[in-house]
Each structure stands twice: as C-alpha cells, then as structure tokens.
C-alpha cells in the first residue's frame, strides 16, 4: 500500500489567494483527519470525516476554511482567502476505525507558505 | 475538554545517555495514550500506544512508556539513545468515548554523537 498520499508537497502563495490541499487516504480506511501543526500550538485536529460525512468540525479556525470529501478515496482542504497566519504543515491521518487498537497513518503532509 | 501537556520542550543528550519525555493528561475516565514520533523530513509514525493491560508498554527501536494513572502521565523512555533517535515526539491521548486524538505539543530531541 502506498499509504496516506498528500498533494502537493509543498505551496508558496500569496496572501488572498485560494489554496486547495489533498489527501488520499489508505484504501479501506473508513475515517480521514486534517491536522495542522505549527510551532506555536503543536498538532491541532481541524476536522475529521467517517464515512465521507464531516463528524466533528470544532478545530477549523474560521470560516476561511472548509473541507470536503466526496468519495472514499479523496479529500480537500481549502483555504479561500488565505493569510499570512495560515503558514503551517497541514497533514492527512487515516484509520480503519477510532478503536485504539488501530493506528492513524499519516501523510507527508503539505507545508504551506503564505507570503 | 482533554488536553496534553509536554513540558520537555527541547532536549539535547549525548549518545548512550539515558532519555525520559514527559507527558501528563488531563481526562479522569478511560484513557487511550499514545507516542509519535516525526523523524527529520518524515512524516508521523506511531511509536507505541496504551490501551489496556500491562501499563508498561514496549514499542519500535527500544523504546518504553508506563501508563501511571494516578498521576495521568504516561512518560517515554530509552535507556540508552542513539543519534538516530533524534526527532519530535509527540504524546497523543484518546478518551474513551470520543474519536478525536488530543496532542501535546511536542518535545524536539537532539542526540549529539
């Protein structure tokens, strides 16, 4: 399996502008995360879906920021407009279920630049 | 609401020295705790995690964390670590009822040879 696969990479925009960010979780998982992690605040939850339904959405920021899954094996984060503040690495986890028996796999993540 | 505290920010060991990460939680109920570590350039792996039984739980390359539920801390420990540990690591807490990994904010170790 190729794991939690992020795109892209990396993304240097300006302020105001749209960012769109993706994830492909493993196939089969049945939850998908959003994370961002900063220096300042460490590793926060944004949002997750089970099913493709959006579960618990208390960690978006604001309503800059939206996210949506429209089948099983893809998922976006957006950010429109986005800020200099949004500068972070944003990562995708997926798992089988929340048991804690099973494990959150992360992607690379996606560092995000707002300039 | 949860929350996780890490108060070993930044620590700096020299190679063979013994390392100790603190993490302490804040839930009263049943408890799922984790470690993740982030190598440099690498994304998060789970280290080893706690969920029932034994509270000394063992994981990857040597290293341990005992569940202590009277102090809600769940430290991570190595007896003896390399420059290859070198990394971030994270403590994660899951209460019982909820979906939601909780995180702490990290400890970056640095491991000189």
């Known amino acids: 399996d190729a794991g939690v696969i992020q795109s892209p990479r990396h993304e240097v925009t300006e302020m105001g502008q749209e960012v769109t960010l993706r994830c492909k979780p493993i196939s089969g998982h049945d939850y998908l995360f959003w994370y961002r992690q900063t220096m300042m605040r460490g590793l926060e939850l944004l949002i997750y879906?089970?099913?493709?339904?959006?579960?618990?959405d208390s960690g978006m920021p604001e309503d800059r920021f939206s996210a949506k899954m429209p089948n099983a094996s893809f998922s976006t984060l957006k950010i429109q407009p986005s800020e200099p503040r949004d500068s972070a690495v944003y990562f995708c986890?997926?798992?089988?279920?929340?048991?804690?028996?099973?494990?959150?796999?992360f992607g690379p993540g996606t560092r995000l630049t707002v300039l | 609401a949860q929350s996780v505290s890490q108060h070993n920010h930044h620590v700096i060991l020299s190679e063979a020295a013994s390392l100790e990460l603190g993490c302490n939680y804040s839930?009263?109920?049943?408890?799922?705790l984790f470690w993740y570590v982030q190598y440099p350039g690498q994304h998060l792996q789970l280290l080893l995690k706690y969920f029932s039984g034994d509270p000394l739980v063992k994981g990857i390359k040597g290293f341990e964390a005992e569940f202590i539920k009277s102090k809600f801390s769940f430290n991570l420990r190595k007896p003896s670590v390399q420059w290859s540990d070198t990394a971030e690591y994270f403590c994660a807490v899951n209460a019982g009822n909820t979906d939601k990994l909780i995180f702490g904010t990290g400890t970056r170790l640095q491991v000189f040879p």
């Open positions: 986890a997926s798992s089988l279920t929340t048991s804690p028996a099973d494990t959150q796999y």
């Open positions: 839930y009263g109920g049943t408890v799922n």
């Open positions: 879906f089970n099913n493709n339904v959006p579960i618990d």
